[in-house]
């Protein structure tokens, strides 16, 4: 290894370690994706239709980003900003806080500014995980510059990428870690529980207008797109790992695209990240480790923080449930080191099986020896001793959780499947944001 490669290797650990904060300065993020539909039409929202909701979304002492002239991003100054998804599927990502009524009330207010603005260009938006209604052949692309590439490279990669990128939504949340031994058990914990957390919040039975026979038709979706970069992490079924062995298994994740200057670079499209880091043309720099990192769609995905995208997308209920569950059961040391535990231990085979099962049955699945619905009431009632030890006043983000899955036993799409009468009509009703 020549001293130009090992010193960058070396900074993408430091990167990595940089991300660390003392246990008071922890923070949470959650993003929320959202389907736009024309109210007339019912049909899913076009370039210009959706620039129209990000320039009413902008608030007068926020910032406007563009790509080749498109809007892409709204920024506030209070750090939310609204962001676009390859099929006009727009995201609100809330400013870090160290508590989740902070939270709250910015989704609170950022859906209240939708509400107004789709009202105004007589638009529906839809927080379910799965466009209920339109065909793969009927999504408007948003062609941003990078979605251009992906586009035709993620389509030699998985029969169901397009549905991916266009025909899916989530809740994401993000999370800090205090160390590096700190980082790896969360990364464990989240890639192992993400068929359960899936399965708790299932939220996409419904496709090209029908019943799809599926609980969550994202995790089906995502189960056949680019198993190079997507599902539960290899390294998350070791026992440990370390920094570096995450940066070996990053390098041969293959790239989807560089930046240059504003414009994508195509070259190492498809080749091991660690081929460009090799090459003498473009000079690569942690900048470029860091893009690389967030095209790694595995179910907990690592920048200098971490993010946990197991989640059907939903509501603001929805949402701040699943951020509630992840930050009690890992910001709290004994709920932790107890989810450790109980995270199934399984082979890179056994997950898939496990995955398969929870997006056709959800809380009903079993595989192997993992039944779901066990262990889903299970990490509900860690996340919320978790989070009665370090913040008893958010517990009550999981009380309406707690009730559906404890007493209940059912899932977002169980009650989707109850109520929708066979009626697109009632799907709209039942899900409007």
């Given at each position: ?13 430091d990167f990595?370690?940089?991300?660390a ?8 993020g959650v ?11 019912r049909?899913?929202l ?6 129209a909701?990000?320039r ?7 910032a ?5 002239e ?5 920024r ?12 006009g ?17 910015d989704?609170q ?32 692309w948003?062609?941003k510059p990078?979605y ?14 397009w549905d ?5 939504c ?5 999370l ?25 919040f299932?939220?996409s ?16 979706t ?10 539960v ?8 790992f ?16 560089a ?10 499209t498809?080749?091991?990240f660690?081929?460009f880091?090799a ?13 690389h990192?967030t095209?790694?769609f595995?179910e ?11 989640a ?17 059961l890992?910001?709290d ?11 199934p ?6 997950f898939?099986?496990?995955q ?20 889903a009431?299970e990490?509900?009632a ?14 009550r983000?999981?009380d309406?959780l707690?009730?559906?899955i404890l ?8 009650l ?5 009468h066979?009626?697109?009509?009632k ?7």
């Amino acid at each position: 290894m020549n001293s130009k490669i090992k010193n960058l290797k070396a900074e993408f650990v430091d990167f990595l370690q940089k991300g660390a904060k003392p246990r008071q300065d922890w923070r949470c993020g959650v993003e929320v994706e959202l389907f736009g539909f024309d109210s007339e039409t019912r049909q899913r929202l076009d370039n210009e239709q959706v620039q129209a909701v990000l320039r009413g979304l902008a608030t007068p002492d926020g910032a406007l980003i563009f790509e080749s002239e498109a809007l892409v991003e709204t920024r506030d100054k209070s750090g939310g900003k609204w962001t676009i998804e390859p099929g006009g599927q727009i995201e609100f990502s809330s400013a870090p806080h160290s508590s989740l009524n902070a939270i709250e009330a910015d989704l609170q207010n950022a859906f209240a500014r939708l509400r107004q603005t789709s009202a105004e260009l007589n638009l529906t938006f839809l927080a379910i995980s799965f466009d209920p209604l339109r065909t793969i052949d009927e999504q408007n692309w948003f062609l941003k510059p990078r979605y251009k590439l992906m586009k035709p490279y993620l389509a030699t990669r998985g029969r169901r990428a397009w549905d991916m990128m266009t025909r899916t939504c989530s809740v994401q949340v993000n999370l800090d870690y205090e160390n590096e031994s700190d980082l790896i058990k969360k990364f464990i914990i989240g890639n192992r529980l993400a068929p359960t957390v899936a399965a708790i919040f299932a939220n996409s039975p419904f496709v090209d207008g029908a019943d799809s026979g599926c609980q969550s038709a994202r995790v089906k979706t995502w189960l056949e797109t680019d198993a190079n970069r997507c599902g539960v992490s290899p390294l998350a079924l070791q026992k440990e790992f370390s920094l570096s062995d995450f940066i070996e298994y990053a390098l041969d994740v293959p790239m989807l695209f560089a930046e240059r200057g504003g414009a994508y670079l195509q070259d190492f499209t498809g080749k091991p990240f660690r081929e460009f880091l090799a090459n003498e043309r473009y000079a690569p720099t942690v900048q470029d480790w860091q893009t690389h990192l967030t095209t790694i769609f595995t179910e907990v995905r690592l920048k200098n923080y971490l993010e946990f995208r197991a989640a059907d997308g939903g509501n603001l209920e929805h949402a701040l449930a699943v951020a509630a569950l992840w930050k009690g059961l890992l910001y709290d040391r004994q709920s932790l080191e107890e989810a450790l535990a109980i995270a199934p231990q399984l082979t890179a085979e056994q997950f898939v099986n496990l995955q398969t099962a929870v997006a056709k049955n959800g809380l009903r699945a079993v595989s192997g020896q993992t039944r779901i619905l066990e262990l889903a009431k299970e990490i509900i009632a860690l996340a919320t001793a978790g989070l009665r030890r370090i913040a008893p006043d958010e517990t009550r983000f999981l009380d309406a959780l707690s009730r559906r899955i404890l007493t209940a036993e059912k899932s977002p799409a169980d009650l989707l499947l109850e109520n929708w009468h066979g009626s697109m009509d009632k799907v709209f009703e039942l899900t409007v944001l």
